[in-house]
């Protein structure tokens, strides 16, 4: 970790690692300067060991693996290992929930999208949920993935002009209008999976706002 500036414990957001496909190292270490707290999902415990990653929580089910037999002896201490057998969560929620009781107000989320497409849907979907609660973001290679607040809601953030940004709801979203982008809407409704807000993006150097009534909608913040 670089010197040139300080972090604490739970004044910056914690960094959980999944189990999908990996960032690239240079994502992950931007990410590990500003997260003093990991937490890794028992799933990726072996990969996130050999990168030489200081970890402070592995959680999950370990259903898969006799994870006291493969890797308990060889753990260097401390390091807490939190056993969440709960099968009506995914181990990435048992995480959040973790964070959560330990008083964390935000977490950003890695390796959490690729490989299995279940898994990848089931990770960003979950997110709104938890708006109330703590401040989330997904982030890989590609995309940045957050929810927007509590309703009514209204965004507003700088971009950059073209910067790629699709709104993807959850279920469906009304009276959404926006204002700084290419493909605007005027009082308008996003239903998933009947039609969403892709490929969109930022007109001008400029704020860009969203508003909406109801629903759940995530931003998507994407490259090539």
């Known amino acids: 970790m670089s010197s040139h500036h300080i972090v604490r414990e739970k004044q910056e957001p914690a960094l959980i690692i999944a189990n999908g496909e990996a960032c690239s190292t240079e994502l992950l270490n931007q990410l590990l300067e500003w997260s003093p707290f990991v937490v890794v999902l028992d799933g990726a415990y072996e990969?996130?060991?050999?990168?030489?990653?200081?970890?402070?929580?592995?959680?999950?089910?370990?259903?898969r693996i006799d994870f006291q037999k493969e890797y308990?002896?060889?753990?260097?201490?401390?390091?807490?290992?939190?056993?969440?057998?709960?099968?009506?969560?995914?181990?990435?929620?048992?995480?959040?929930?973790?964070?959560?009781?330990?008083?964390f107000p935000a977490a950003n989320i890695v390796w959490a999208t690729g490989r299995r497409a279940d898994h990848t849907f089931?990770?960003?979907?979950?997110?709104?949920?938890?708006?109330?609660?703590?401040?989330?973001?997904i982030l890989d290679d590609y995309s940045t993935i957050y929810p927007i607040g509590a309703l009514p809601a209204v965004f507003r953030k700088w971009f950059k002009a073209e910067t790629p940004i699709s709104l993807i709801p959850i279920s469906r979203v009304s009276h959404l209008s926006t204002s700084n982008l290419k493909f605007e809407l005027?009082?308008?409704?996003?239903?998933?999976?009947?039609?969403?807000?892709?490929?969109?993006?930022?007109?001008?150097?400029?704020i860009v706002e969203i508003s909406y009534r109801s629903g759940d909608l995530l931003i998507m913040e994407c490259s090539d």
């Open 47 to 63: 990969r996130v060991q050999n990168l030489g990653i200081k970890i402070d929580v592995i959680l999950g089910d370990f259903d």
């Open 186 to 206: 005027k009082n308008e409704e996003l239903i998933l999976g009947i039609r969403n807000g892709n490929s969109n993006e930022a007109l001008f150097d400029g």
């Open 72 to 103: 308990l002896g060889k753990i260097q201490f401390p390091i807490e290992v939190i056993h969440t057998p709960d099968q009506d969560k995914t181990d990435l929620e048992k995480a959040i929930d973790f964070l959560i009781e330990r008083g």
């Open 122 to 137: 089931a990770n960003i979907s979950i997110l709104p949920k938890y708006l109330k609660t703590i401040k989330l973001t």
